[in-house]
């Protein structure tokens, strides 16, 4: 069969890889110049680090095992995270459990409780219990109301925002599995991180895909996907005027038609925000509608510094504090050593946040002049002309928003339109989005829309 594949972010490429395995055509169409979508890169110190902060949990097994399959494992580093807590002023470490009993923003019983609640959870593995109540509601009752305001309320927010109220306590229950999971015994937290970039995966991944003969169109913005009688027929897109759109017409794969080229294909699959996808697709029954409507998603905008000095000894900072406008700092070089970044500190400062938002829609500038006055706080020897280079980037589909009872709203892959399927994060549950299950959803939506049906 002859499948379209669009969008070339990790499910993307996950999906051609695994369709070319099984012996079909694969043409692939990627809008940005360059694959790799959210785990796209800019060039730092002689390096290239990712546009938003990217890092793996030992239970990522997935994305270790392409690593190896891709000869990068001499690359690939487990670190020793450092997380901590910026509250009443100070950087609290918070990475062990002796941290917490030293957690003072908490009376001691929270603490306690605290601690008790996060290793029950993380060691519970039937997710389904959690699946109709908030995760405000279950913190408030287990944890403590003092515990939900000084620790856990502040994270929802910052990466919920006003949604934050209705997150699913699935959501939060795997998060934390998760985020234990990659502990060492009692001890602290271990993540990987691919030393020179993520994007080294995805590319390889490119390579391997056009090496089994699928093509991959880089700047081929897909405005629309065909169907006849409730079946998919191809795609249509603006190729830019050059050789390729030329070439694909000389071989066949392509037709003009009023300025656009159509691609036929015998099954289409797009890997993109569902919001995209409602935009491209052919008319789709409004039950199917309703349920890609359903999950709104967050915005993110991180904003990239690089300092001459370092900001803090965290990785991982959390900022509960809110009158200050960033929700994290991840210092990416407490991580991987400045030496790999040419003797620099590279600092993230993350906000999630709703794409109508006036922070979201500031110009750079303004943003960076709204964020630095705080940096001082969390390190008051912080200096304007520590900072050697900054870049701001943001991404309108980052994190879809959990609500309760979300597994009985999650839209299949195979949409009501023959031939047609989707995959995106939001079919991702009930782990939260990330590299491993991109490629796990990758996979699993190439063999369903070929009918290898061991999707599930
Ligand atoms: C801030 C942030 C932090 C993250 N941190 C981590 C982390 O620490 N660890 C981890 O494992 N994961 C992390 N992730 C998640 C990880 O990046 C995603 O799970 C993964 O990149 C999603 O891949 P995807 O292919 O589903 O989507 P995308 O990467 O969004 O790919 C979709 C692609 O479709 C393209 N496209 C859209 N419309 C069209 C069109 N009309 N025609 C053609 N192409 C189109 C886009 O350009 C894009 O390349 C993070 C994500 C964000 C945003």
């Excluded at 195979?414 to 299950?437: C, F, I, M, S, W």
Aim: with cysteine; net charge neutral.
């Amino acid at each position: 069969m002859r499948i379209a594949v669009i969008g070339g972010g990790a499910a993307g490429l996950a999906a051609a890889d695994e369709l070319l395995r099984l012996g079909h055509q694969v043409l692939l169409f990627e809008r940005a110049p360059v694959v790799g979508g959210q785990l796209r890169t800019v060039a730092i110190a002689d390096t290239r680090l990712e546009c938003f902060y990217h890092h793996l949990f030992t239970s990522d097994t997935l994305m270790a095992q392409l690593i190896q399959e891709l000869g990068l494992s001499q690359k690939l580093r487990w670190v020793a995270s450092r997380v901590g807590f910026f509250t009443d002023g100070r950087i609290w470490d918070f990475v062990t459990p002796l941290d917490l009993l030293r957690f003072r923003p908490l009376p001691l019983v929270d603490r306690l409780r605290l601690g008790l609640v996060s290793l029950y959870l993380q060691r519970q593995s039937d997710w389904r219990r959690y699946e109709d109540g908030t995760a405000q509601e279950w913190l408030k009752r287990w944890a403590g109301e003092n515990a939900y305001q000084v620790v856990w309320g502040p994270l929802l927010t910052g990466k919920f925002g006003s949604a934050a109220p209705e997150i699913g306590m699935t959501w939060f229950h795997w998060k934390m599995r998760l985020r234990f999971g990659s502990r060492r015994g009692m001890g602290r937290e271990h993540l990987g991180y691919l030393e020179g970039s993520f994007a080294q995966v995805w590319e390889a991944l490119a390579q391997r895909v056009a090496a089994a003969g699928g093509r991959i169109y880089t700047q081929a913005q897909v405005e629309g996907i065909q169907a006849e009688e409730g079946r998919v027929t191809g795609i249509s897109l603006r190729l830019p005027e050059g050789p390729l759109g030329r070439q694909a017409v000389e071989e066949g794969l392509a037709q003009p038609a009023a300025g656009d080229l159509l691609f036929p294909a015998d099954r289409v699959i797009a890997t993109i925000p569902s919001t995209v996808f409602l935009r491209l697709a052919p008319e789709l029954p409004e039950q199917y509608v309703r349920l890609l409507t359903g999950t709104r998603y967050q915005a993110v905008m991180c904003l990239i510094l690089v300092l001459r000095h370092p900001l803090s000894h965290i990785y991982w900072l959390n900022i509960s504090d809110r009158s200050i406008p960033f929700v994290a700092v991840i210092e990416q070089t407490n991580l991987m050593g400045p030496q790999h970044y040419g003797g620099k500190h590279v600092v993230y400062l993350s906000n999630y946040i709703a794409r109508d938002a006036s922070l979201y829609q500031m110009a750079d500038q303004e943003v960076l002049e709204a964020y630095l006055p705080h940096l001082a706080r969390i390190n008051p020897a912080f200096r304007r002309d520590w900072i050697e280079e900054w870049h701001l980037f943001r991404e309108d589909a980052a994190q879809p928003i959990i609500t309760t009872g979300y597994s009985r709203r999650i839209p299949s892959l195979e949409t009501p339109v023959k031939g047609l399927y989707l995959a995106n994060n939001t079919q991702v549950y009930p782990e939260d989005r990330g590299q491993n299950y991109s490629l796990r959803i990758g996979r699993q939506v190439a063999r369903l829309a070929v009918g290898h049906g061991d999707e599930a």
